[in-house]
């Protein structure tokens, strides 16, 4: 045996640990790239707490009854994911609704939450189920979300809707102005669980 022979074999233990060391490095720079690429794209997600905790379905619940943040800000192809915690529905409303135009829209008895065990008046969409749930009212929707109590969607038999409280709705923003986001469970929008959000173009950068 050689000299030569002898080196060799050493230096092809050494490559071959350089190379497996490299490969999760190379990997994590792929996967970082990638991430990269997305947001170059100018596609983001911005999270947002709809609720906390447990859903103890009474007024003045300001652990559950909330939007965090109150103003939400992100850019025209942003996806926004609703984090929901309890009994919720979601509604999104297109660009130009304001809340005083959903509140003039609501009777004005229905506007202050009954003291238990008093309940809302009859006209105080109680047809929509055990829990008042405030319809769009002939307002402009950007995106209606699920209703854990009412109905089952209509949807194709292969693609069931989970109607979990606890649940992620992601929703996207594909053009700027000012959505206002509720929560439909009327209780809820007279403890103020209402927030905007604020859809800024690409020229319009980001604060």
Do not use: W
Request: glycine share 8%; charged share 15%; proline share 10%.
């Amino acid at each position: 045996m050689t000299f030569a022979t002898l080196t060799r074999a050493p230096l092809l233990a050494v490559s071959t640990v350089v190379t497996l060391l490299a490969s999760p490095l190379a990997f994590a720079q792929s996967e970082q790239d990638s991430q990269r690429g997305d947001a170059d794209r100018g596609r983001n997600i911005v999270t947002v707490a709809f609720g906390a905790g447990m859903n103890t379905a009474q007024p003045g619940n300001e652990q559950n009854h909330h939007i965090l943040p109150k103003v939400i800000r992100v850019r025209a192809g942003d996806v926004v994911n609703f984090v929901v915690s309890g009994l919720h529905v979601i509604r999104v409303y297109d660009n130009g609704v304001q809340l005083k135009d959903v509140k003039a829209q609501i009777p004005d008895e229905c506007e202050v939450n009954p003291t238990p065990p008093a309940e809302f008046p009859d006209n105080c969409f109680t047809d929509a189920g055990p829990v008042p749930v405030i319809p769009p009212l002939g307002l402009d929707v950007l995106y209606q979300g699920l209703n854990s109590i009412g109905p089952p969607p209509q949807v194709p038999p292969f693609a069931p809707v989970s109607l979990a409280q606890n649940r992620v709705e992601a929703v996207s923003f594909l053009k700027p102005g000012r959505y206002l986001v509720i929560c439909a469970v009327l209780e809820h929008f007279n403890d103020g669980m209402y927030a905007i959000v604020e859809v800024r173009g690409d020229d319009q950068g980001r604060s």
